[in-house]
């Protein structure tokens, strides 16, 4: 079978080729957009990743192409109703890193627990390896709140039960079989809020969810809690954020995402552009409460990204495209109806 692959990086191009080493792969770097010429008559599988836009006139250009597969979660990139038209299938990686962004949700905490950030800062710019003014916190015993237990909440739920602490969840949808083999309970998330001394978010950003933490209910938060965000910016309404750490509501927080990043909906546009909203963040930032505060952490919403997490997207693409092979397509998506 015939595959066109527009990639990315050497690296992924090198990748794919040891596991699509049975099918005739022509691969091109860039996206679909960057060289408007290539065109191929007999290629049955287009591979793209986020950058490149597939829609009516990018088909015309690869006219026996019957499968494409995205290299990414979101699939906002692909004309879903065109494909359908044309009778090709879509598939995308649905999951590649609920390990990776628990684990990052856990550096966060750790940094914070154990004021390793300032430890660092301290020697970088004083010299001094006085440890007088960062005692730390253990993690073990304390009460960590789990708001979205999917594939990522889950992980962070595995990880703080190796830690020994006392764990509680909330979310609209109760797994009680996962509950019950890891030994948690799921409570209201009021309760949530004043028995943790940790809260963590793992859960989809939509109308629902969209300030979940707000004025009204962070300060229900038990004194002195810490939280972490490595989800979506504005599950968290930034000005009850403010409130509640000059309140000393909560006594610290790790931010991988912010508010002012809005809905991004798929973290693998930022391995390819500039974030949409970079400029924004620059100067929210430049005269933002959150930067100059020393218990808060803020990273470059990054948790998605290793080389693990990353080789196994390339992993899903190769499986989509041999399945198709085998007559038996997997994680295919359709147009909503």
């Known amino acids: 079978m015939k595959i066109i692959s527009f990639y990315n990086d050497p690296w992924e191009a090198d990748y794919m080729k040891v596991k699509l080493s049975g099918h005739e792969v022509v691969f091109h770097e860039g996206s679909l957009q960057d060289d408007s010429d290539i065109r191929d008559d007999a290629a049955e599988v287009l591979s793209v990743f986020v950058k490149s836009t597939v829609g009516a006139a990018e088909f015309d250009r690869f006219p026996a192409v019957k499968h494409v597969v ?20 879509v598939a995308n990686v649905p999951t590649y890193g609920e390990n990776t962004v628990a684990e990052f949700a856990f550096a966060l905490l750790l940094m914070l627990a154990r004021r390793t950030y300032e430890a660092h800062d301290r020697v970088i710019t004083t010299s001094s390896f006085s440890p007088k003014g960062l005692m730390g916190f253990d993690l073990m ?10 594939h990522i909440g889950q992980f962070a739920i595995r990880i703080a039960r190796g830690f020994g602490m006392n ?9 009680d079989a996962f509950a019950k083999e890891i030994g948690f309970e799921y409570v209201e998330l009021d309760a949530l809020l004043s028995r943790s001394d940790i809260i963590t978010l793992h859960l989809p950003l939509n109308k629902h969810t ?22 979506r910016g504005p599950l968290v309404d930034t000005d009850a954020l403010i409130m509640a750490l000059k309140e000393e509501i909560l006594a610290g927080a790790g931010m991988d995402v912010l508010e002012e990043e809005g ?9 390819v552009d ?30 998605f ?17 041999t399945s198709y092979a085998l007559g038996k397509p997997t994680n295919i998506v359709k147009p909503k109806v």
């Open 263 to 271: 809905y991004m909906l798929d973290e693998m546009k930022l391995l």
């Open 167 to 175: 764990i509680i969840a909330f979310d609209i949808n109760h797994d």
């Open 70 to 89: 995205t290299r990414s979660t979101g699939f906002d990139h692909i004309d879903l109703v065109e494909a359908d038209k044309r009778g090709i299938t």
């Open 210 to 231: 969209e300030h979940l933490l707000n004025k009204d209910n962070m300060r229900k938060i038990k004194k002195g809690a810490y939280l972490i965000n490595t989800a």
């Open 141 to 150: 015993g304390k009460t960590i709140g789990v708001i979205g237990t999917g």
């Open 305 to 321: 990204n290793t080389k693990e997490a990353r080789e196994r997207i390339l992993d899903v693409t190769a499986e989509n495209i």
């Open 274 to 303: 500039e974030h949409p909203n970079a400029e924004t963040l620059q100067t929210v930032l430049q005269n933002h409460y959150l930067i100059d505060h020393p218990r808060v952490i803020i990273t470059p919403h990054m948790a």
